[in-house]
């Protein structure tokens, strides 16, 4: 299986702050890499697909990169909604993988 | 728009069969390429990806539950059936359905996702 790690595990942040999460997989997934938003209670939701492709909806402050093995998701700008739990998941091959999570706290 | 729901049982004892049901609206199973699949999240912990069926009913399972895990759709109902059989305590999770989407490169993605169900094991 691809082992998907995500760093930090979780972050102390401020709204307006900058934030990058780092997404590491034990192998290339060339860019199989999706990134999700998850606030307490409710299902996970698509923000990148493809590493850096915004999902329809998405504010722009989310931007995705990386191929291969090192991908980002960074939010330019944080805003009291984004602070939530944020995953990576790979789609390169089977099993499909996800990151532990990243949760951003205020 | 593309919803789906999940729908069972919200608590089973040990060693019991769990059966669960995602009913989906707009798309249609029998059309070359969907699919449909299945991710749990124990409380406070990581998402897991269970299981994916797709039109032509091909399937894929988790290999840490593989044996456990039986897919099933019924194109016409528009749902996709879930068990996983000898339920035990660390199974106490809540259990999303989702669709797989893919864009041109091939590249797949979950969106959207059920609102999800939460399954306690305990006798």
């Known amino acids: 299986d691809i082992q998907m790690t995500q760093s930090p595990s979780s972050l102390s942040t401020s709204i307006g702050d900058r934030v990058t999460i780092t997404c590491r997989a034990s192998?290339?997934?060339?860019?199989?890499l999706n990134w999700y938003q998850q606030r307490p209670g409710s299902a996970p939701k698509l923000l990148i697909y493809?590493?850096?492709s915004l999902q329809s909806g998405v504010p722009s402050r989310f931007s995705g990169s990386g191929s291969g093995t090192t991908f980002t998701l960074t939010i330019s700008s944080l805003q009291p909604e984004d602070f939530a739990t944020y995953y990576c998941?790979?789609?390169?091959?089977?099993?499909?993988?996800f990151g532990q999570g990243t949760k951003l706290d205020i | 728009q593309i919803t789906l729901k999940e729908s069972g049982p919200t608590l089973v004892k040990p060693t019991q069969t769990l059966t669960l049901t995602c009913s989906f609206s707009?798309?249609?199973?029998?059309?070359?390429?969907?699919?449909v699949g299945w991710v749990r999240q124990p409380p406070g912990k990581a998402l897991e990806w269970l299981a994916l069926?797709?039109?032509?009913?091909?399937?894929f399972y988790s290999p840490s539950l593989k044996n456990r895990l039986t897919l099933t759709k019924d194109t016409a109902k528009s749902q996709v059936v879930l068990t996983v059989t000898n339920m035990d305590p660390v199974d106490t999770a809540t259990y999303y359905c989702?669709?797989?989407?893919?864009?041109?490169?091939?590249?797949?993605?979950?969106?959207?996702w059920g609102p999800g169900i939460l399954v306690t094991v305990s006798s």
């Open positions: 989702i669709h797989p989407a893919i864009n041109w490169r091939g590249e797949r993605y979950f969106d959207p």
């Open positions: 493809a590493a850096s």
């Open positions: 192998q290339s997934v060339d860019t199989f």
């Open positions: 998941q790979q789609t390169f091959t089977f099993p499909y993988t």
């Open positions: 069926i797709y039109w032509d009913d091909d399937k």
């Open positions: 707009g798309f249609s199973l029998s059309k070359n390429g969907v699919g």
